[in-house]
């Protein structure tokens, strides 16, 4: 049990704590953090299982952003991919196709369960249309993300430096 806590320690210390300790000498400014957590977001939530770090490799460097950041929220945000993975194919399907499918969370979970290229295979259209339902939703959701994330980063820095008048005096 020590080697699996220790595992999974040393893995948390790696991929998380020294990034972000990086991150806090680096000294962001918070319009740049705010936008990297939204890529994160936004690509992380893209519908085709599989590619999210790919679509947040690709936006980070379109909107040049920091990785660490991207990828990290990226990672954080993989639960909300699976929630989102069927309403997003929804729509998509809805929108785009002129048969509309009764598609199902089990259908799915049946396509991927063998494989993610046989899942691709079994619903690739629908994939699709599902990824082109994200690229409509993506644009404007980035822009509120990265509105929300910047007041709250730009508060978060105000608490911190009200913190440090008060420590110094």
Same mark, same amino acid.
Request: with cysteine.
């Given at each position: 049990?020590n ?9 948390? /210390?790696? /991929? =998380? &704590? ?10 962001? &400014?918070?319009? *740049? ?34 990785? %660490?950041? =991207? ?5 954080? %945000?993989?639960?909300l991919?699976? =929630? ?11 929108? $785009?196709? &002129?048969?509309h ?7 799915? %979970? $049946?396509?991927? *369960? ?21 690229? =409509?939703v993506a644009?404007?959701?980035?822009l ?6 910047? %007041?709250?980063? *730009?508060?978060? /820095?105000?608490? *911190?430096?009200?913190r &440090?008048?008060?420590i110094?005096?």
């Amino acid at each position: 049990m020590n080697k699996i806590t220790n595992y999974i320690y040393e893995q948390y /210390k790696q /991929k =998380v &704590s020294i990034p972000l300790a990086q991150i806090r000498k680096e000294g962001f &400014s918070s319009e *740049k953090l705010a936008l990297s957590v939204s890529i994160g977001i936004i690509g992380g939530t893209f519908p085709i299982i599989g590619l999210a770090s790919f679509v947040c490799l690709l936006l980070t460097i379109i909107f040049k952003q920091n990785l %660490v950041i =991207v990828q990290l929220t990226n990672y954080l %945000v993989y639960p909300l991919q699976i =929630v989102l993975l069927l309403p997003l194919l929804r729509i998509g399907n809805s929108v $785009l196709a &002129s048969n509309h499918i009764a598609l199902t969370l089990d259908q799915v %979970v $049946l396509a991927f *369960k063998i494989g993610i290229l046989h899942g691709i295979n079994e619903l690739g259209i629908i994939l699709l249309y599902g990824a082109l339902a994200w690229v =409509v939703v993506a644009g404007p959701a980035l822009l509120i993300l990265y509105i929300i994330f910047l %007041v709250f980063f *730009k508060r978060v /820095k105000q608490i *911190k430096l009200k913190r &440090s008048t008060v420590i110094s005096q």
